[in-house]
């Protein structure tokens, strides 16, 4: 097992990876930017280094600047959380050409898996079920071609990242070059490649992910499915497990088809296959984030594994104690991401100090997150400042427990989006679990906290 591990990364994910590495006996090396210099996860951690300014450019995405804090103090092993380097080959191998390990998958797979259009051809070689698109990167004039055979509404993807951004909804021809060029110029500005490609819009649709560990003794352990269909220009605000879309054979069939991509890739570490679910019941593979989701705490809320502690063991070499299907699997785990945005202006991201900070307490909640009271919530980086999370016996008693939990949470300080999460989990549809990914474009003027908002 490692000695001494630095944590590339901030926030609540940095707070979470340090906790679980003191848990395994094992020193946290912190890195932060000056405008992080007051942060919780510099306060836990056993040391820290400062690698830069502010803009995440010159911090937590210098490669340089993060493998001098690992040589300097004498790293053995680089967790980078989620976000910022954690799905980039060339950090892979920079910590490899300096005897680093790096917490997560090999840098060939990672590259192939970063390359969308590669992925799914990838996954076609696996037997996975893909969705009708382009087989690989599409020019403006085959994007064209490609919609016209496909039929509108279509998705315009970035080849080379996630997280929404890149990505464009087109649903008529006119409509097409404007569209691309937004989407293109924006994929160059998040992943530094304009590439895209085409997909069919399957609508309505389910979004739904399975969550994978894999060892390096051949162990291939698929841990449940998670549903993420609540989400905001492409970005999700809500996930829960057990998903209420799902029977066993549909999640026996997906479990399956993450299990022959595993294999078929050579894939090590966490993982997660994302898919979409017809209303049909048919689903096809979406993208691998070859990473630490946001959303892990769901999983780990109903089977009982620490995702952390199992990625950092794999690491360092260590055996999954078996292959298959996580098991027993109980009871139903929400999570709600709580932001610093302002719905009522479009979800825009809202800077400031946290005045207030009182996280709700009680028999199954867990607040996962970096701030306190007089915490200041920096423009430079990402808008989540909580995750929280409720496990109970049923779906009815965890959405129950959800929203005691929400009014419970206090936050003065910055607009948040804890009324809205309010909103929508005593909403008709998502009690009865029959919403989909287009549930806030349809019913977002119904929920009171988005009243007049456009």
Same mark, same amino acid.
């Given at each position: 097992m490692f000695e001494r591990v630095l944590v590339a990364n901030r926030g609540e994910i940095a707070v979470r990876v340090i906790r679980a590495l003191h848990e395994l006996g094992i020193e946290a090396v912190a890195v932060y930017s000056t405008a992080d210099e007051h942060s919780l996860h510099v306060r836990l951690a056993d040391r820290s280094v400062r690698i830069g300014p502010p803009a995440a450019a010159d911090s937590y995405l210098s490669i340089p600047a993060l493998i001098a804090a690992a040589e300097t103090t004498g790293c053995e092993a680089v967790h980078p959380g989620y976000g910022f380097l954690s799905e980039n080959a060339d950090f892979v191998r920079a910590c490899e050409d300096n005897d680093v390990v790096f917490i997560g998958p090999p840098a060939d797979v990672m590259e192939r898996m970063g390359d969308k259009a590669r992925a799914k051809a990838e996954m076609r070689a696996a037997g996975v079920p893909l969705v009708p698109g382009t087989e690989g990167v599409a020019a403006p004039e085959d994007a064209r071609a490609a919609a016209e055979e496909l039929g509108f509404p279509v998705l315009l993807k970035a080849a080379a990242g996630g997280g929404g951004k890149g990505m464009r909804v087109v649903t008529e021809t006119g409509g097409l070059h404007d569209a691309y060029q937004r989407a293109s110029a924006e994929a160059q500005a998040a992943f530094g490649d304009g590439s895209l490609y085409v997909e069919k819009v399957i609508t309505p649709a389910r979004h739904v992910e399975i969550?994978?560990?894999?060892?390096?003794?051949?162990?291939?352990? @698929?841990?449940?499915?998670?549903?993420?269909?609540?989400?905001?220009?492409?970005?999700?605000?809500?996930?829960?497990?057990?998903?209420?879309?799902?029977?066993?054979?549909?999640?026996?069939?997906?479990?399956?088809?993450?299990?022959?991509?595993?294999?078929?890739?050579?894939?090590?570490?966490?993982? @997660?296959?994302?898919?979409?679910?017809?209303?049909?019941?048919? !689903?096809?593979?979406i993208e691998l984030n070859a990473r630490l989701q946001v959303?892990?705490?769901?999983?780990?809320?109903?089977?009982?594994?620490?995702?952390?502690?199992?990625?950092?063991?794999?690491?360092?070499?260590?055996?999954?104690?078996?292959?298959?299907?996580?098991?027993?699997?109980?009871?139903?785990?929400?999570?709600?991401?709580?932001?610093?945005?302002?719905?009522?202006?479009? !979800?825009a991201p809202a800077p400031g100090l946290i005045e207030r900070f009182r996280p709700p307490l009680g028999p199954g909640v867990r607040v996962d997150t970096f701030v306190e009271e007089g915490t200041t919530i920096t423009p430079y980086y990402d808008s989540l400042i909580a995750k929280l999370i409720v496990v109970d016996g049923t779906r009815r008693l965890a959405i129950e427990r959800a929203?005691?939990?929400?009014?419970?949470?206090?936050?003065?300080?910055?607009? @948040? @989006?804890?009324?809205?999460?309010?909103?929508?989990?005593?909403?008709?549809?998502?009690?009865s679990g029959e919403y989909s990914t287009s549930f806030l474009e349809e019913a977002g003027a119904r929920l009171p906290a988005l009243a007049g908002t456009s």
């Open positions: 969550q994978v560990l894999c060892d390096q003794h051949g162990h291939i352990l @698929t841990c449940g499915e998670r549903e993420c269909s609540i989400q905001r220009r492409h970005q999700k605000l809500i996930e829960e497990s057990p998903s209420p879309a799902l029977d066993d054979e549909l999640r026996e069939e997906m479990e399956s088809a993450a299990e022959r991509a595993c294999e078929h890739i050579g894939y090590r570490n966490a993982g @997660t296959f994302e898919f979409l679910v017809g209303p049909d019941g048919s !689903f096809s593979f959303e892990h705490p769901v999983t780990e809320g109903v089977v009982g594994i620490d995702i952390v502690r199992q990625q950092i063991r794999i690491a360092a070499g260590e055996r999954l104690a078996h292959g298959g299907r996580a098991g027993p699997r109980n009871g139903h785990a929400i999570e709600l991401r709580i932001n610093a945005e302002d719905p009522s202006r479009g !979800f929203r005691r939990a929400l009014r419970e949470f206090e936050i003065v300080g910055v607009p @948040t @989006t804890l009324e809205v999460l309010d909103d929508i989990v005593d909403s008709d549809e998502f009690r």
